[in-house]
């Protein structure tokens, strides 16, 4: 798995950030689409991510929450509550990484419509 330069702070970085690495480091993975996906939808709170996410253990669920929140796309909150109450927000540079998601969920829909049509036009030639 690729590993990438994390934040020294919140808005600082060690070196300039590699926006290619940071597609790879993404696009790489299972679930970080999904998780970004969710988040952005307004879901927020890693057990609600969970359930929506079938097959997503927390184990590996905090490990791509560690890992975008080091790569600055995710920023982690944590309210001062019994029992503790953590939210995962999308940083600015995350909402500008978007874009991106959206123009592959208009690709994947392409794929989907057309594969639709081509069953649609496969069984009407029976």
Request: one cysteine or more.
């Amino acid at each position: 798995m690729k590993e990438m330069q994390s934040f020294q702070d919140k808005n600082k970085l060690t070196k300039p950030l590699d926006v290619a690495e940071v597609v790879e480091t993404v696009f790489g993975c299972k679930w970080s689409l999904r998780i970004l996906g969710l988040i952005r939808k307004g879901i927020c709170r890693p057990g609600a991510i969970e359930r929506e996410l079938e097959g997503l253990t927390p184990k590996v669920q905090n490990y791509y929450f560690r890992r975008m929140v080091n790569l600055g796309i995710l920023e982690r909150i944590v309210y001062p509550e019994v029992p503790p109450h953590v939210e995962y927000r999308l940083t600015d540079f995350g909402l500008r990484f978007m874009p991106v998601l959206d123009s592959i969920e208009e690709l994947q829909h392409t794929i989907d419509s057309r594969s639709i049509d081509q069953n649609t036009e496969d069984s009407s030639a029976l």
